[in-house]
């Protein structure tokens, strides 16, 4: 499997409701600056207006951050190293035992290795996919919800996804000394 393949697979399983996504957030956009219009029109009582304006700020804010995320959703984050492909096996079957110390729900290996992780549980699942190569390694980490929609995780994903990099690059120092 090639660092292509890897990235068609992720794009495959993230881009299936994309497009009702971005109708909701352009919809709450499109409410929010009718509000704004509406606010701006009802000079006459300035605390109302205000209150139009600042309680249609929320909306707008939260759907453009919504946008943002859309389009970043499905890229794969890669770190290019020096390890042979052997080693950043050895170091992604590292970061699987560091994974199951804590909770790990579900792993299967095929042409990638995909696992399932909850931190606390009462919080998020996430969907972690890695790929090793030589001198590469991809991952990419979904917030995963029991709706078919998906969720907003205001950034835990991305968190969590910068969180495994530095443990990997901790870890593989170990590797190439």
Same mark, same amino acid.
């Given at each position: 499997?090639?660092?292509?393949?890897?990235?068609?697979?992720?794009?495959?399983?993230?881009?299936?409701?994309?497009?009702?996504?971005?109708?909701?957030?352009?919809?709450?956009?499109?409410?929010?600056?009718?509000?704004?219009?509406?606010?701006?029109?009802?000079?006459?009582?300035?605390?109302?207006?205000?209150?139009?304006?600042?309680?249609?700020?929320?909306?707008?804010?939260?759907?453009?951050?919504?946008?943002?995320?859309?389009?970043?959703?499905?890229?794969?984050?890669?770190?290019?190293?020096?390890?042979?492909?052997?080693?950043?096996?050895? *170091?992604? @079957?590292?970061? #699987?035992?560091?994974? %199951? =110390?804590?909770?790990? &729900?579900?792993?299967?290996?095929?042409?990638?290795?995909?696992?399932?992780?909850?931190?606390?549980?009462?919080?998020?699942?996430?969907?972690?996919?890695?790929?090793?190569?030589?001198?590469?390694?991809?991952?990419?980490?979904?917030?995963?919800?029991?709706?078919?929609?998906?969720?907003?995780?205001?950034?835990?994903?991305?968190? *969590?996804? @910068?969180?495994? #990099?530095?443990?990997? %690059? =901790?870890?593989?120092? &170990?590797?190439?000394?």
């Amino acid at each position: 499997m090639s660092l292509d393949e890897f990235e068609k697979i992720i794009k495959r399983k993230t881009n299936s409701d994309k497009g009702f996504n971005y109708l909701v957030c352009f919809s709450f956009i499109a409410f929010s600056l009718y509000m704004i219009v509406e606010g701006v029109k009802d000079s006459r009582n300035t605390t109302r207006a205000l209150c139009f304006i600042l309680v249609s700020l929320f909306p707008l804010l939260l759907s453009g951050y919504g946008i943002w995320i859309l389009k970043n959703k499905h890229k794969v984050q890669t770190w290019n190293n020096n390890l042979t492909k052997e080693q950043n096996i050895e *170091l992604l @079957n590292w970061l #699987l035992s560091e994974f %199951k =110390k804590k909770n790990l &729900i579900s792993m299967s290996v095929k042409d990638h290795t995909k696992f399932f992780y909850k931190k606390r549980w009462w919080g998020l699942s996430y969907s972690i996919d890695l790929f090793a190569d030589k001198n590469l390694i991809a991952l990419h980490i979904d917030s995963t919800s029991n709706s078919s929609r998906g969720m907003v995780d205001f950034g835990a994903s991305r968190r *969590l996804q @910068n969180k495994v #990099l530095v443990m990997l %690059k =901790k870890q593989s120092v &170990i590797y190439s000394a």
